[in-house]
């Protein structure tokens, strides 16, 4: 039922509302009530003056009957529905649950809104109980002087005589580590009481990566410019020198510096006019990219993930995918399965540290090198999104007799619109098992914070 033929619906659910007679307000507008039970189930038309004295009657803007639910709030029902796929839920009807029912409406569209930050903070916290390295030390320190005292009063009690002098130690002993113990307590309650209030803040060289990158888009036009090594390293001191409020950490600032050095031996081999020229000619394609222009896959994964996806989607209109501004995203990981940079994606949240997804391309390009890997990615989130996830993984080192070689495997990840299900097979994953809903996955380490809902 299309949104002009759903007036009827509205003016009789805000008669209701004002607790106002079908009689009432059909003799208030001058018709006959048979007539206005007509309108109110819809099959008589409605319009100009008599909408308007029935608007009046009814203390509602005209539009508010002729036009119904806003766009966006009809849209946030949709939205909400397709969340819930196991369930039977009208769609085709939700104009006019939105127009009967605007508060109802309104509610769902608040409560959903709700719900999604609230998922987004308990997934925020649960990753920082789990990684925080000075949560970690703060627990460290308590299990150590309770481990202290333990020890020193099991003396006292069992042992039946003890020197005057050594009993006095164990007192000092155990009053010296109880105050540590309180004082290790007091911070840590502290510090948890003041993550709650911003479970984002940077607090882990990690944290100030990534924060540095998002500040600048994961792109450095500067480096891209410079030609010279001692050009590029003067930048390089530039930028982490001024995101000093950022990068705190000597760590922080050395794997910055690692990262923006590669970034610029990037751009001298494959700068960002050469590779936006062959994209325009054969399309989002990193193999045939790295081979046209004699650079290896990963460079070009890693100078597609630089670009602004504004500037892409002109070059990509028929290919079926959606980008937004951030573009496309990446994933980086050494040997061991560590992430060692991560370029997040909207829909495709990255774990802040390793225990990624273990069904990720990206792994299974770890035990096949030099083979270029494609999957079609399905997430399932509050609604299904759909990736296409390339793979490869390449030698770091140079072959020796005697050595073993050093692998890091790179994964692009690149939104796609929609997908045919029965052309395409495609594998569910998830970000890492922590946070995600999928059940019977073989893939599972432990139970997910998300497996009852919230």
């Not at 009957?65 to 085709?92: F, Q």
């Not at 923006?260 to 494959?270: F, G, I, K, P, V």
């Not at 990255?350 to 999957?375: D, K």
């Amino acid at each position: 039922m299309s949104r002009d033929t759903l007036t009827g619906s509205r003016i009789r659910e805000r008669r209701l509302i004002q607790g106002m007679k079908q009689a009432d307000l059909a003799r208030r507008t001058e018709i006959s009530a048979s007539y206005l039970n007509l309108i109110e189930h819809n099959r008589r038309r409605i319009g100009g003056k008599l909408l308007l004295s029935i608007a009046a009657v009814l203390d509602v803007e005209a539009s508010a009957l002729s036009e119904g639910a806003e766009a966006a709030l009809l849209a946030s029902l949709r939205e909400v529905a397709a969340g819930y796929p196991d369930h039977a839920i009208e769609l085709d009807r939700t104009e006019d649950f939105a127009g009967r029912f605007p508060g109802w409406a309104g509610l769902i569209q608040g409560l959903a809104a709700r719900q999604s930050s609230l998922e987004q903070t308990v997934v925020s916290i649960s990753d920082r109980m789990t990684h925080d390295p000075q949560l970690a030390e703060a627990l460290h320190d308590m299990l150590g002087a309770v481990t202290a005292i333990r020890s020193t009063s099991s003396i006292l009690v069992e042992t039946d005589a003890i020197e005057t002098e050594w009993q006095d130690r164990f007192h000092r002993n155990i009053n010296e580590d109880a105050k540590r113990l309180t004082e290790s307590s007091q911070a840590l309650v502290s510090y948890l009481n003041s993550e709650v209030s911003d479970p984002q803040e940077v607090t882990t060289p990690q944290d100030e990566i990534e924060a540095f990158f998002m500040r600048h888009a994961y792109a450095f036009d500067d480096l891209e410019q410079v030609a010279d090594t001692q050009g590029a390293q003067d930048i390089i001191t530039t930028l982490i020198a001024e995101a000093v409020d950022i990068l705190v950490s000597t760590s922080a600032q050395a794997q910055v510096s690692t990262h923006l050095s590669r970034y610029w031996r990037d751009a001298q081999l494959l700068s960002s006019e050469a590779l936006m020229d062959e994209i325009s000619k054969v399309g989002l394609d990193p193999a045939r990219i790295a081979q046209t222009c004699g650079v290896d896959l990963g460079c070009v994964m890693r100078r597609l993930a630089s670009l602004n996806g504004n500037a892409l989607t002109p070059l990509l209109k028929d290919a079926g995918y959606t980008l937004s501004e951030e573009g496309l995203g990446l994933v980086v990981c050494d040997s061991s399965g560590t992430l060692t940079f991560r370029k997040p994606l909207s829909g495709f949240a990255l774990p802040r540290f390793g225990a990624a997804c273990p069904l990720w391309v990206l792994y299974q390009a770890l035990s096949r090198p030099m083979m270029a890997l494609r999957e079609v990615a399905e997430l399932k989130g509050r609604e299904i999104a759909y990736f296409e996830t390339l793979a490869i993984s390449t030698p770091l080192t140079s072959p020796q007799f005697g050595a073993v070689p050093l692998f890091e495997a790179h994964m692009l990840i690149l939104p796609l619109a929609s997908v045919n299900q029965n052309e395409t097979r495609t594998r569910p994953i998830g970000t890492s098992c922590r946070i995600c809903p999928r059940e019977n996955c073989q893939g599972r380490r432990e139970p997910s914070i998300l497996a009852g809902g919230l």
